[in-house]
T-cell receptor, first 114, second 110 residues
Framework: GAGVSQSPSNKVTEKGKDVELRCDPI?????LYWYRQSLGQGLEFLIY????????KSGLPSDRFSAERTGGSVSTLTIQRTQQEDSAVYLC????????????FGQGTRLTVV | GEDVEQSLFLSVREGDSSVINCTYT??????LYWYKQEPGAGLQLLTY?????DMKQDQRLTVLLNKKDKHLSLRIADTQTGDSAIYFC??????????FGSGTKLNVKP
């Protein structure tokens, strides 16, 4: 499709398990962002990619969180040993390049840790 | 860190104007944005304004920026029930990341 695609749209996992969230940005977009939105909270920045490199990882909340981007396209956000406080909607966005004014968001992955 | 604040709720009658307000703290913001999130959907970019502008109008939407007070507002004229959604204010600094407010839930009563 033409937009940012995220999968799965919903994920329920048991506490302690690892999960992988996928983001497929708009074709040709070199900048990719991960955010999360917890219930009742605003969006929280997690990590930013320019191409395959991540110049800004400052938002990752703990070392259980990691992300990679291969081929300058698809990105995977991995959460190890999930905790209940990881429950949130994880949003991915992409923009044409670092200086582009517009970022386009996917519909998010709703993660529930039980 | 950067702080973007919005009021949580706004309720208006259909046909009235809605004004959603936002304040931010970082004066080095380059662009300021308004996003709309409808239930079950992702964020949709509504409009943005460059920090050296005071106003931007786009059909029913008017964005006002008071850089001195670090205050941004979104006015929706002739509000419709389809405008019911959560509206997020965001700022971009050096294009590395976006900082979002917690969102204003707009409820439009028929």
């Amino acid at each position: 499709g033409a937009g940012v695609s995220q999968s799965p749209s919903n994920k329920v996992t048991e506490k302690g398990k690892d999960v992988e969230l996928r983001c497929d940005p708009i074709s040709g977009h070199t900048a990719l962002y991960w955010y999360r939105q917890s219930l009742g909270q605003g969006l929280e920045f997690l990590i930013y990619f320019q191409g395959n490199s991540a110049p800004d990882k400052s938002g990752l909340p703990s070392d259980r969180f990691s992300a990679e981007r291969t081929g300058g396209s698809v990105s995977t956000l991995t959460i190890q040993r999930t905790q209940q406080e990881d429950s949130a909607v994880y949003l991915c966005a992409s923009s044409y390049d670092r200086s582009n004014t517009e970022a386009f968001f996917g519909q998010g992955t709703r993660l529930t840790v039980v | 860190g950067e702080d973007v604040e919005q009021s949580l709720f706004l309720s208006v009658r259909e046909g009235d104007s809605s004004v959603i307000n936002c304040t931010y703290t970082d004066s080095s913001s380059t662009y300021l944005y308004w996003y709309k999130q409808e239930p079950g959907a992702g964020l949709q970019l509504l409009t943005y304004i460059f920090s050296n502008m005071d106003m931007k109008q786009d059909q029913r939407l008017t964005v006002l920026l008071n850089k001195k007070d670090k205050h941004l507002s979104l006015r929706i004229a002739d509000t419709q029930t389809g405008d019911s959604a959560i509206y997020f204010c965001a700022e971009s600094i050096n294009f590395n990341k976006f900082y979002f407010g917690s969102g204003t839930k707009l409820n439009v009563k028929p």
